[in-house]
Structures are given as C-alpha cells and as structure tokens.
T-cell receptor
Framework: EAGVAQSPRYKIIEKRQSVAFWCNPI?????LYWYQQILGQGPKLLIQ????????DSQLPKDRFSAERLKGVDSTLKIQPAKLEDSAVYLC?????????????FGPGTRLLVL | EDKVVQSPLSLVVHEGDTVTLNCSYE??????LLWYKQEKKAPTFLFMLTSSGIEKKSGRLSSILDKKELFSILNITATQTGDSAVYLCAANSGGSNYKLTFGKGTLLTVNP
C-alpha cells in the first residue's frame, strides 16, 4: 500500500512570496490533515478535511493560509504572502473512515525555509 | 486548551540501556493516546492506547496508559543506535472529529 505522498520535499522562498504544497493521501482514506511542525516542537494541526469538506480549521491563519481538497482526494495548502515565522515542516496525514480512523499516517513532509 | 507534556525533552543513553519516556495530557473528550517515532522524515505510528492498564508491546518497545492519572509511558529495552529519534506523544480528542494534540517530543540519542 502506497503511503501519503507530498511534494515538493524542500522549498526556499523569500518573505512576501507565495508557495503551495501538495498532498496525496493513502488510497481510500477519507480524512486528510495538514500540520505545521516548527523546529523543536510537535506538529500543530492547521486544517482537517473529511472528504472534501472542512471539519476543523480553527488554527489556520486564514489571512495568509488557504487549503482545498476539491475532489475529496488530494489537497493543496497555500501560503500567501509568506512570513519568516512560516519556516517549518508542513506535514500531511490521512486516516481511514472505519474502526482505524483514530490512527493518522503521515507523509514525508515539505520543509519550507522563508528568507 | 488541550495540552500534552512530554519528559524528558532529550535523553542520551548507551546501547543496551533501558529508557522510559513520559507523556502527560489534559484534553477535552479524551479518546486515545498515540505514540509516534520521528526520524528525519515523517512520524511513523507505534502504538495507540485506549484502555487503562493494558500494555501494548512491539518487540523491544512497550507502552501503557493510565487514564486516572492522565499519563502514558513508552519503554524501550536493550536500546540500539537505530532507536535514536524523536518520540512524539499525541492525545486524540473531540467528538466525531478526531483531533491529535502533540507534545514537543523526546529526543532520544543512543550511543554505541
């Protein structure tokens, strides 16, 4: 079974530029999550999708961050404009909608550096 | 606000030692406690604990949950250099939306 795929793996941009990350969850997983992990911290949930609907975006900085999952499969997370404090690893995770739905499986992450 | 606290934040041991990592939590509508191992990539799932007092084991790793005292421990016996990683604890909470709140992690370094 293929795991969660993310791209790009690394990105370096200057502040005020925009950037987009892509995630393809494990096949059949209904729930998709985006996390931000700052160096030395645990992952922090940004947004959670159930199929193509948002169920929790309470910690998403909506003035600059946006995310979509149009067809209920893959998802994109965008930052526009980026700030220095957005430098972090952005992790995507997915979970099935069955008895195992409490377990989240993570992708390799995208490491973002904002200069 | 939901909170998960891990200790110690870092630990250096020699191969063959046994280590115990701690995780305490305060979350609304607690459902389960998960442990992940994170090397220089994605966190990989280790255990999910839902019931108090029942130990989960996988090889040299084991974990147990105490729902009364709101904590969990992860034990690693006979450590190997390949166990070097950040170990993340996360508490699962919420109603129909399963939300993970992570601790900062414990950085374990196993020296030969």
């Amino acid at each position: 079974e293929a795991g969660v795929a993310q791209s790009p793996r690394y990105k370096i941009i200057e502040k005020r530029q925009s950037v987009a990350f892509w995630c393809n969850p494990i096949s059949g997983h209904a729930t998709l999550y985006w996390y931000q992990q700052i160096l030395g911290q645990g992952p922090k949930l940004l947004i959670q999708f159930q199929n193509n609907g948002v169920v929790d975006d309470s910690q998403l900085p909506k003035d600059r961050f946006s995310a979509e999952r149009l067809k209920g499969v893959d998802s994109t997370l965008k930052i526009q404009p980026a700030k220095l404090e957005d430098s972090a690893v952005y992790l995507c995770a997915s979970s099935p909608w069955d008895s195992q739905r409490e377990t989240q499986y993570f992708g390799p992450g995208t490491r973002l550096l904002v200069l | 606000e939901d909170k998960v606290v891990q200790s110690p934040l870092s630990l250096v041991v020699h191969e063959g030692d046994t280590v115990t990592l701690n995780c305490s939590y305060e979350v609304t509508n607690f459902r389960s406690l998960l442990w992940y191992k994170q090397e220089k990539k994605a966190p990989t799932f280790l255990f999910m604990l839902t019931s108090s007092g029942i130990e989960k084991k996988s090889g040299r790793l084991s974990s147990i949950l105490d729902k009364k005292e709101l904590f969990s421990i992860l034990n690693i016996t006979a450590t190997q250099t390949g166990d070097s990683a950040v170990y993340l604890c996360a508490a699962n909470s919420g109603g129909s939306n399963y939300k993970l709140t992570f601790g900062k992690g414990t950085l374990l370094t196993v020296n030969p």
